[in-house]
């Protein structure tokens, strides 16, 4: 199952008040929803993929494919759009907004 943002395994204990305290990550889909940005059904599409069916390959551009790699694919192509823009930008003399990638 793919989760967004959070999951459990991903969980590590870590000292009280440390500055990323694990146990806002599991608000992050809540938060996501309620400012638009992710939906219900999205959400709910996400967590029903299971491991059988993201591993099925099919024919994507004269080769083949699994849906883990043509998510994977997919995030690629978007950070390479992102760092296009941010040399746009640049170039013309535009301070980028701070970017975080995850």
Same mark, same amino acid.
């Given at each position: 199952m793919i989760k967004i943002a959070f999951s459990p *395994? =991903? =969980?590590h204990e !870590? &000292? %009280?008040g440390h500055r990323f305290p694990m146990l806002k990550y599991e608000l992050i889909p809540e938060q996501l929803l +309620? %400012? $638009?940005k992710i939906s219900e =059904? $999205? !959400? @709910?599409?996400?967590g029903e993929l299971d491991e059988k069916s993201l591993s099925k390959e099919f024919n994507w551009n004269g080769g083949k494919l699994n849906k883990y790699k043509? !998510?994977? !694919? *997919?995030q690629? +192509?978007?950070t390479h759009h992102v760092g296009q823009l941010i040399v746009y930008l640049k170039i013309n003399n535009i301070e &980028? &907004? @701070?970017y975080i990638g995850w």
């Amino acid at each position: 199952m793919i989760k967004i943002a959070f999951s459990p *395994i =991903y =969980y590590h204990e !870590l &000292p %009280e008040g440390h500055r990323f305290p694990m146990l806002k990550y599991e608000l992050i889909p809540e938060q996501l929803l +309620h %400012e $638009g940005k992710i939906s219900e =059904y $999205g !959400l @709910k599409a996400m967590g029903e993929l299971d491991e059988k069916s993201l591993s099925k390959e099919f024919n994507w551009n004269g080769g083949k494919l699994n849906k883990y790699k043509f !998510l994977n !694919l *997919i995030q690629d +192509h978007q950070t390479h759009h992102v760092g296009q823009l941010i040399v746009y930008l640049k170039i013309n003399n535009i301070e &980028p &907004p @701070k970017y975080i990638g995850w």
